[in-house]
């Protein structure tokens, strides 16, 4: 959609933007925004004059997604937190819509992939280290976002449901992976390096039934109660660590597999299909068996369809 100046901040507002004043911005100003949902995940394609532009603080309220913003065209110079990024095609940079912005720009393209806070699990004190700093889009993890940032703006439409949770999923993976790469470019302090380390343990261990903190702990030789000190800052407990990152592991599964959720959450430590259910409910807001049933009506429209709906197949063949 290309717009004048009002038309441009509606959309910007229902997007889910935070308001921003643009001090460029006169009666020729002309710019393009176009919103598609990934799962979770909101997309924002934004085409853009020269801009000077300010957004106040917001209300935590309204902080319940992150912004990861990918330049494809122009030149921007951002300032939020205490970072001071300058950045061009390619480039990404995190930000909180509920802090103070700054940024300049020439006329420039970019997408912007709005993260809910909780996909991301990163702890405030990361988000501080990590607002408004220049993450490179030429190579490494963050090559990888940028590429995905783009393509899923222009094609997130194309996708089922079950097809648009699992990419968002794995878009918010890759970007975990970029934000992690880019706090590793500074030296971790020992604390930090081992609850990664345990992080990383915990990841590979979600399916072995006897994972726990005593486990965990005897395995890299601290004690249970060092091994919950390294945690009293972060998001989540150890125990609730582990639930967490296996409730995300069924509900992946659960979305793109043909498995019963008895199944699925067995394969992941949940020996308890009704304390499952309940758990899950209470995690995502609606049943596990939801996701198994929306597969099987989307499998089974897709092999009742005919020839000529399946794209003349049998002309083919």
């Keep these: 959609m290309i717009g004048n100046l009002e038309s441009f901040q509606d959309e910007l507002a229902a997007s889910g933007f935070p308001p921003l004043v643009n001090k460029l911005a006169g009666a020729g100003f002309r710019g393009g925004i176009a919103t598609r949902d990934l799962g979770p995940l909101?997309?924002?394609?934004?085409?853009?004059?020269?801009?000077?532009c300010i957004g106040r603080?917001?209300?935590?309220?309204?902080?319940?997604?992150?912004?990861?913003?990918?330049?494809t065209r122009g030149r921007t110079r951002i300032e939020q937190g205490r970072g001071d990024a300058e950045l061009?095609?390619?480039?990404?940079?995190?930000?909180?819509?509920?802090?103070?912005?700054?940024?300049?720009?020439?006329?420039?393209?970019?997408?912007?992939?709005l993260v809910p806070r909780r996909e991301l699990r990163i702890r405030p004190a990361q988000i501080d280290r990590l607002i408004g700093v220049r993450i490179d889009g030429s190579h490494g993890p963050g090559a990888l976002v940028s590429?995905?940032?783009?393509?899923?703006?222009?094609?997130?439409?194309?996708?089922?449901?079950?097809?648009?949770?699992?990419?968002?999923?794995?878009?918010v993976e890759l970007i975990a992976v970029a934000l992690e790469a880019r706090l590793?470019?500074?030296?971790?302090?020992?604390?930090?390096?081992?609850?990664s380390r345990i992080v990383g343990y915990i990841e590979t261990r979600l399916a072995d039934p006897d994972l726990s903190p005593p486990g965990i702990a005897a395995a890299h030789n601290i004690s249970?109660?060092?091994l919950h000190k390294l945690f009293?800052?972060?998001?989540?407990?150890?125990?609730?660590l582990i639930r967490r990152r296996r409730l995300e592991r069924c509900r992946a599964e659960l979305t793109g597999s043909g498995r019963t959720v008895t199944a699925v959450a067995a394969r992941w430590g949940f020996p308890?299909?009704?304390?499952?259910?309940?758990l899950f409910k209470a995690t995502y807001g609606y049943n596990a068996r939801a996701l198994v049933t929306s597969n099987r009506a989307q499998t089974t429209k897709t092999r009742t369809a005919g020839p000529e709906e399946g794209g003349g197949d049998q002309g083919r063949q």
């Design 272 to 278: 308890d299909p009704t304390h499952f259910s309940k």
């Design 147 to 171: 590429v995905l940032a783009r393509e899923s703006a222009r094609s997130a439409t194309e996708f089922r449901e079950a097809e648009a949770l699992r990419s968002a999923a794995a878009v």
């Design 88 to 113: 061009g095609p390619t480039d990404l940079v995190l930000l909180d819509p509920t802090r103070t912005l700054r940024f300049e720009s020439t006329a420039a393209a970019h997408v912007t992939i």
């Design 224 to 226: 249970v109660r060092r």
């Design 57 to 71: 603080e917001r209300d935590a309220s309204d902080g319940e997604n992150l912004a990861v913003k990918v330049m």
């Design 184 to 195: 590793g470019d500074e030296q971790p302090a020992p604390d930090e390096w081992l609850r």
């Design 232 to 240: 009293e800052d972060q998001p989540l407990t150890v125990a609730a």
């Design 42 to 52: 909101r997309l924002v394609s934004l085409d853009t004059p020269e801009s000077a």
